[in-house]
């Protein structure tokens, strides 16, 4: 391992800044995970993947991690602005169904996508409602910086220096989302309580100072960091959008909490949005894809992995089918490859060619994670035939590590996915290949024929003269 200093875009000062753990030898990661209401479509788990890479990317240089993601099941509002009704509520009116219900449903469904990802599991899953008497305690000590409305309790942002630095939204980024709401004494005040109104009713609401009700969205994850990781921790993680209101907002918060400047995190990330040609991919748009829908498609979860590695993480990433199937083809290479690398045990890396890659590979991870270098460099090491097996093996395990791709563990049985509206088994397929195969042999070609034709019309391509070698896949 090299000693290249790990480089993070630092979206506060919107510079690269070496990274210097506020604990010595450990980082601590917080990030903001998925309000469980829904399914989490592809362009939510793009900010996974790239939190995930982030850790992977901290072990491999050596720092302890201690990464916290939390589940929001309260408090997020159909709008940012501090308008709307809350959107689990929103969720269990439309079904029926309890929000505790709903919001254990799609939070189970999140966590499956998150395992077929191959995203590592954080050293905690922290759950908003169980911090709600937390979260009371927190807006008592900055009731100071705020002011009570019929609707609740609401944070003064101009009580804190220099809101929105880090949206810039007085400066580059022209005007801020948040619209004027009246009874504020500022557009970009925003709710530390919402008291339910009289003669309602909420499924999740509890006693506090202020009338019964539920936090505001943006509590949540002040709170939730401090009492995981303390202020100030080491990074806080999220999607773009985050970072126009959410984490201003937060940063306000833990300021007024702290009575200093400190924002909470010293550094603060974000991953640019996943793109369709129709615009950004958003659930409020209506029809959004999900990692099942692609799963369905007979595309494996980990292709949708890799072609997030392709692009930079602060890049704006384009989903098509195209890309993803060009990402798929790159997966079956390079597990194609893997295959045929020589049985032996991983050994010290002595050899300077491949040495020469694993110091690339970590130049590459040390410049803002940038992972589709990285990739080139562990491909050279996969392809390049003559090098000792086993300090090949050794170092695609490290540089795997990061990437999280599992090349090195998959087989090409493992890359056949199944798309949701085939009725022929695996088995069933290779059976008549293997007919098929027998009937080229002794030149029966009519039986051949029939053979691909039943095939096909299962849904089946047989891919005769494919240079991947591949054989079959389910269309």
């Known amino acids: 391992m090299s000693d290249n200093p790990l480089r993070l875009f630092n979206s506060l000062t919107r510079q690269l800044e070496t990274f210097a753990p506020v604990h010595p030898g450990e980082a601590r990661v ?3 995970g998925p309000t469980v209401y829904n399914f989490q479509h592809i362009g939510n788990m793009r900010a996974y993947v790239f939190a995930d890479t982030l850790g992977r990317v901290l072990s491999f240089k050596g720092y302890t991690l201690r990464h916290v993601i939390n589940i929001t099941d309260v408090g997020h509002l159909t709008s940012d602005a501090d308008e709307g009704a809350d959107k689990m509520e929103t969720a269990a ?21 998150i395992r077929r990802l191959n995203i590592r599991q954080p050293a905690t899953w922290s759950i908003a409602t169980e911090y709600v008497p937390a979260m009371i305690e927190f807006a008592k000590s900055i ?12 944070f003064d942002t101009a009580s804190v220096p220099d809101y929105g630095r880090l949206a810039r939204s007085k400066t580059d980024e022209g005007e801020s989302r948040i619209e004027a709401v009246e009874g504020k004494r500022h557009p970009t005040d925003f709710a530390i309580w919402r008291t339910t109104p009289p003669g309602e009713t909420r499924q999740m609401e509890w006693d506090s100072p202020w009338g019964r009700g539920a936090p505001g969205w943006h509590l949540e994850c002040s709170v939730m960091s401090e009492a995981l990781l303390g202020f100030p921790f080491d990074i806080h993680t999220g999607g773009i959008d985050h970072r126009e209101i959410h984490h201003p907002n937060e940063i306000a918060q833990n300021q007024a909490r702290c009575h200093s400047a400190d924002s909470g995190a010293r550094i603060w990330m974000h991953n640019n949005f996943l793109i369709d040609r129709g615009g ?4 409020s748009a209506g029809e959004f894809l ?11 979860p980990l292709a949708y992995r890799l072609m997030c590695l392709q692009a930079h993480y602060r890049s704006e990433l384009e989903f098509s089918y195209d890309n993803l199937a060009a990402a798929f083809t790159r997966l079956k290479r390079m597990v194609m490859a893997a295959e045929r690398l020589p049985a032996a045990e991983p050994a010290e890396i002595t050899d300077k060619r491949i040495a020469a890659e694993v110091t690339g590979f970590d130049e590459a991870v040390c410049d803002d994670l940038n992972t589709a270098r990285a990739l080139t460099h562990f491909e050279t090491v996969l392809t390049t035939k003559g090098l000792d097996a086993g300090q090949r093996r050794a170092a695609l395990a490290q540089m795997d590590a990061v990437l999280g791709l599992q090349a090195l563990d998959l087989t090409r049985a493992d890359l056949r996915v199944r798309p949701a509206d085939a009725s022929i088994t695996a088995e069933d397929i290779e059976a008549q290949l293997a007919a098929r195969k027998q009937a080229r042999a002794t030149k029966d070609f009519a039986a051949s024929d029939r053979i691909r034709d039943a095939l096909i ?12 070698g591949w054989d079959w896949r389910l269309q």
């Open 30 to 32: 917080y990030t903001c």
């Open 93 to 113: 009116a439309e079904t029926g169904k309890t929000a505790w219900d709903i919001a254990k449903f799609y939070t189970d469904a999140y966590w499956r996508d």
């Open 143 to 154: 009731e100071a910086n705020c002011y009570r409305l019929e609707s609740g309790l609401y």
């Open 280 to 283: 950004k991919m958003s659930k």
């Open 290 to 300: 999900t990692l099942q829908a692609l799963v369905d498609c007979g595309f494996h």
């Open 457 to 468: 019309a299962a849904g089946v391509e047989v891919m005769d003269g494919d240079p991947l």
